[in-house]
C-alpha cells in the first residue's frame, strides 16, 4: 500500500498516510479543517526516470526455456566423414 503524504495549506500541517490506489484523495486538514495538499516526493511512491518502463515493456516469449529435450553436447564427432580410408 502506497504511502502518500499531504501538507495543509492553512496550518503547514504535514503528515503521511497509507491509502491504496481505489481510496479517494485527503481534501481537508484533519487538525484545522484547512485545504490540503498532496505531496508527491514522499518516500513511498517513487518513480525513477526511463527504467521504470523497461520491465513491463519486454517481450513475453523470452521466458520459453523449455527443458523437455536439451540440446545435446557435441562431445563425439560424427563418424560420417571418412577422410582416409585404411584399406
Ligand atoms: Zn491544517
Do not use: H, W
Request: charged share 15%; net charge neutral; aromatic share 10%.
Amino acid at each position: 500500500m502506497p504511502t502518500y503524504s499531504y501538507r495543509c495549506t492553512e496550518c503547514d500541517n504535514a503528515f503521511d498516510i497509507q491509502q491504496s490506489f481505489s481510496d479517494n484523495s485527503l481534501t481537508e486538514c484533519p487538525v484545522c479543517g484547512g485545504k490540503l495538499r498532496k505531496v508527491f516526493s514522499a518516500v513511498g511512491v517513487t518513480f525513477t526516470g526511463s527504467g521504470f518502463y523497461r520491465n513491463d515493456s519486454r517481450p513475453a516469449s523470452t521466458s520459453s526455456s523449455s527443458s523437455s529435450s536439451p540440446a545435446p553436447a557435441a562431445s563425439t564427432p560424427a563418424p560420417a566423414a571418412p577422410s582416409t580410408p585404411a584399406t
